[in-house]
């Protein structure tokens, strides 16, 4: 049997990062996933908001690189739930556990056109631009495509 699911979106709220009484850390949160098709007459495409929750390693990565707004590919499967509310109705949800997650963007260097920002601060705005990557507008064009690197430089960082 294949369980295996792979969904792209944008999380729409931060990682919620917890622990366990035994402290293996999970981290919970739901990604806005786009449908591949619109409406039959070409109305709007229609968003799926699917809950994922991750655990260890896998939860603490979440919790680090992703916030609200973030592109991200999630890799694990699929897992259904049944539980009782309060009101003692039996209640089925579906969730994806997991396993692999992957940045869905670059992260840009220059965020004035509305990139995300790191985990310590910013808001993500929708509809700014925020699907690909831009060079800073500050660094002025290479004449080739390939430049050498100095190996006498004393910060030893790459020059890009």
């Not at 089925?92 to 260097?109: C, K, L, P, T, W």
């Not at 995300?116 to 601060?121: N, Q």
Request: aromatic letters at 10%.
């Amino acid at each position: 049997m294949l369980n295996h699911i792979v969904i792209m979106g944008r999380l729409t709220r931060d990682p919620e990062l917890r622990y366990t009484q035994s402290q293996t850390p999970v981290a919970s949160f739901t990604l806005a996933v786009d449908r591949d098709f619109g409406g039959r007459d070409g109305g709007e495409k229609q968003t799926d908001f699917i809950d994922c929750v991750a655990w260890r390693s896998t939860a603490e990565f979440v919790s680090k690189y992703f916030q609200k707004g973030s592109m991200a590919v999630a890799s694990g499967r699929l897992q259904l739930r049944d539980w009782t509310d309060r009101d003692g109705n039996k209640r089925r949800s579906a969730e994806v556990v997991v396993d692999n997650m992957y940045f869905g963007e670059s992260r840009r260097r220059d965020n004035a056109e509305g990139g995300y920002e790191p985990r310590s601060g910013g808001s993500y705005e929708p509809g700014r631009g925020n699907s690909s990557y831009e060079a800073p507008r500050s660094v002025a064009p290479a004449a080739s495509p390939f430049s050498e690197i100095d190996g006498d430089e004393s910060d030893g960082e790459l020059p890009f």
